[in-house]
């Protein structure tokens, strides 16, 4: 049966953060102009029968869970997905250009000409995508090359942040050479935390607990380059104490709406709910981290477009950011679109005009992996019993690590599968989502069982 839908769209009323735009030469920051906002209303211009149709790139659940909703659309006529996954194949035409390939998507989105390209991965943001199809007079979501460095660069981050007054953990230092990485480790406490630059696939951050740690992650980095260019330069900053949780805005550079989630659960899960924060929780990360990020990045000439990711420590002292991802995060997108009953071709088109608000609702994705994920995992499983869980009432299976041979569907990568179930509450959401995933077998395969036991912890700042 389909996942029972939600009763409310978005509605308007979220606060307006103001914003003026100006250019900027930094030595970080080349001469910048403002990146060219596709207005939703120009999306859905013409008759209320018009088709439309959009390009989604990427291949994993995050992607699963956008083509999934958009297909829901009625406006949409055609979804294409690149590469796209097994699941996905059920819902959209995949096809076979990777992520990364910035040439061959730029060339089959001209070929195609789809009405809206939606970019899930942070690889072809950083490498210009979004810039290279407005370039082409196509809409698309998802930030210029300039706005996505805040995940290209953790250092650029840091110094934005440092700038702003946006509270983050204490810098150490930055390095590009290791003699002088090293020779900083003797003058900092411990734990410390060590940042590689640049994207390194997740695994960039170490928390070390002493010197010599620090060193070998520093050495794996910069010297044996394990990393490639994303560990050309390190950072060295404060270890923050805490409970981490997630909070993603969708703006258009001036306006914005929250989709929070719930505490960090190292991509093994996700789960999301009103009764997560507390309306005073919420007023203290909006006044002193989102609406200070979009005044900074105005401030320094930068209009950002599309999905922001603020990973936040909840300190003894309140809210402190870690990280910023240029897009959705995976599986926090499942959770939230589950939760979610509007047009999300439409809202997307808009860019953020309204506001996320569903109903009263909770939602969970617990994510099925292969054995030995993050570390060395065997692909190529034949997976079963899909059909039992399809047959369950506010289930949905993303797929994120999936591919057809034959009749049969085996496993691909790490992360295989998101269960991702609604409830009216979370103990329901969550008994849902568990049932569904004892029914599915693969050899090797493994899921964390307490996905949002520390739900509640995150209800207000200091705690």
């Known amino acids: 049966m389909a996942m029972k839908r939600c009763a409310r769209a978005f509605s308007c009323g979220h606060g307006i953060v103001e914003a003026s735009l100006r250019r900027v030469n930094r030595a970080a920051l080349t001469p910048v102009e403002a990146a060219t906002i596709v207005k939703g209303e120009h999306f859905f211009e013409g008759t209320q029968d018009e088709s439309v149709k959009i390009l989604v790139i990427g291949g994993g659940g995050r992607e699963h869970a956008l083509v999934w909703k958009l297909r829901e659309s009625p406006r949409v006529e055609k979804i294409w997905c690149a590469p796209g996954n097994g699941g996905i194949a059920e819902d959209a035409t995949c096809l076979p250009i990777e992520a990364g390939d910035v040439d061959g998507l730029v060339a089959i989105a001209e070929k195609l000409r789809p009405d809206l390209t939606v970019i ?9 995508l ?16 300039i706005a996505a460095q805040l995940e290209g660069s953790k250092i650029f981050t840091k110094h934005f942040l440092q700038r702003h007054s946006i509270p983050t953990a204490k810098l150490y230092g930055e390095f590009s050479a290791p003699a002088e990485a090293y020779a900083a480790l003797a003058d900092v406490p411990y734990p410390i935390v060590v940042k590689a630059d640049g994207l390194c696939a997740g695994k960039g951050v170490l928390l070390a607990q002493s010197a010599s740690e620090a ?91 599309g999905f922001l990711f603020i990973g936040l420590m909840l300190t003894k002292d309140g809210p402190s950011v870690l990280e910023f991802n240029c897009r959705l995060g995976d599986p926090e997108t499942q959770a939230i679109l589950a939760r979610a009953d509007f047009d999300l071709a439409e809202e997307l088109a808009n860019l953020a005009s309204r506001r ?70 979370l103990d ?22 307490d996905i949002g036991r520390s739900a509640g912890r995150a209800k207000s700042a200091g705690d």
């Not at 979004?130 to 979501?141: G, K």
């Not at 609702?361 to 995992?377: D, E, K, L, Q």
Request: hydrophobic content about 40%; overall charge negative.
């Open 130 to 145: 979004s810039d290279a199809l407005r370039a082409r007079s196509l809409n698309v979501i998802g930030p210029s090359q």
């Open 215 to 305: 060193k070998d992650f520093i050495t794996r980095a910069m010297l044996i380059q394990e990393f490639g260019a994303g560990g050309k330069q390190v950072m060295l900053e404060e270890t923050l104490e805490g409970d981490e949780l997630s909070f993603i805005i969708v703006t258009d550079g001036e306006k914005y709406a929250d989709g929070d989630l719930g505490p960090n659960t190292g991509g093994m899960g996700a789960y999301s709910t009103d009764a997560l924060m507390s309306l005073e929780l919420r007023t203290v990360i909006e006044q002193t981290i989102v609406e200070p990020t979009l005044h900074g990045l105005a401030a320094d000439g930068i209009r950002y477009q």
């Open 428 to 449: 329901i959401a969550l008994a849902r989502a568990y049932e569904s995933a004892a029914k599915i077998r693969f050899d090797g395969m493994h899921y964390r069982t």
């Open 356 to 425: 996320f608000q569903p109903e009263a609702w909770a939602s969970v994705c617990i994510a099925i992996t292969s054995g030995g994920y993050p570390g060395r995992f065997e692909i190529g499983r034949i997976i079963r019993g899909l059909t039992d869980v399809s047959e369950n009432t506010g289930v949905k299976v993303l797929h994120a690590g999936t591919r057809r041979q034959g009749d049969v569907l085996i496993t691909s990568g790490g992360r295989v599968l998101g269960v991702t179930a609604i409830g009216d509450t």
């Open 120 to 128: 899930g991965p942070e690889l072809p943001l950083v490498n210009g």
